[in-house]
């Protein structure tokens, strides 16, 4: 069974940064499409990031430009940057990963992804 183990949560102040990573337990998951997904109390998840076999990334409108999704096959971790934060940006943050190899693309429809970590809390102070 696939393992996802999110960390660098944590708190930070409008217009900072923060990188969330993901380990990921099997190494052949690398290959599958991956993503960022948020949830904000009271409202349903977003993927708000993804980033596929090739390497083709989608971002969510709410983060184009501030948000940066990215890969290390070597080390099986996903990560997330995150530049320019806002309040809005205040959510559980959760790394999830496809069930099987295509047609998924660099999605961003949650209902696509199966496997998903613990989550982690990022707050951001106005």
């Known amino acids: 069974q696939l393992k996802l183990v999110e960390s660098g949560g944590g708190s930070a102040q409008t217009g900072g940064s923060l990188t969330l990573s993901c380990e990921v337990s099997e190494v052949h998951y690398m290959e599958y499409c991956m993503g960022w997904v948020r949830q904000a109390p009271g409202k349903e998840r977003e993927v708000i990031s993804s980033v596929d076999s090739d390497r083709s990334t989608a971002y969510a409108d709410s983060v184009l430009g501030r948000f940066t999704i990215s890969k290390d096959n070597a080390k099986n971790i996903l990560y997330l940057q995150m530049n320019n934060l806002k309040p809005e940006d205040t959510a559980t943050y959760y790394c999830?990963?496809?069930?099987?190899?295509?047609?998924?693309?660099?999605?961003?429809?949650?209902?696509?992804?199966?496997?998903w970590g613990q989550g982690v809390q990022v707050t951001v102070s106005s």
């Open positions: 999830a990963v496809v069930q099987a190899r295509g047609p998924y693309g660099d999605t961003l429809n949650v209902g696509d992804f199966y496997y």
